[in-house]
């Protein structure tokens, strides 16, 4: 298990950014699929963006390509969600997660992927 604590949340107007981080605990943290979710009041947890345990590849909800970038430093032990043009619907509880991901579900992995999670950063995007 990794501990993750996430930060970076906020509230910000449409059109704006953000960068979330995401600390982890363990010195093996480059070893972990990471990823980030996110949670919508009276809405399901869904995947937004995701990265390998090597750095070398990436993967977004549709909606978000474009416009989010999820990066790591591994030195750091330390993942990132640069959100810019931010939208009202983006407004949701940010999740940090790691694990590892089936080479058949990259493009679209499920929280069932990840064993490790974060507490949660609130963003709110007002329009």
């Known amino acids: 298990q990794v501990q993750l604590v996430e930060s970076g949340g906020g509230l910000v107007q449409a059109g704006g950014s953000l960068r979330l981080s995401c600390a982890a605990s363990?010195?093996?943290?480059?070893?972990?699929?990471m990823g980030w979710f996110r949670q919508a009041p009276g809405k399901e947890r869904e995947f937004v963006a995701a990265i390998r345990w090597s750095g070398s590849s990436t993967y977004y909800k549709d909606s978000v390509k474009g416009r989010f970038t999820i990066s790591k430093d591994n030195a750091k032990n330390t993942v990132y969600l640069q959100m810019n043009s931010l939208k009202p619907e983006d407004t949701a509880v940010y999740y940090c997660?790691?694990?590892?991901?089936?080479?058949?579900?990259?493009?679209?992995?499920?929280?069932?992927?990840?064993?490790?999670w974060g507490q949660g950063t609130q963003v709110t995007v007002s329009s």
């Open positions: 997660a790691a694990g590892s991901i089936p080479l058949g579900r990259l493009n679209s992995p499920i929280a069932a992927d990840f064993g490790s």
């Open positions: 363990r010195r093996t943290f480059n070893r972990y699929d």
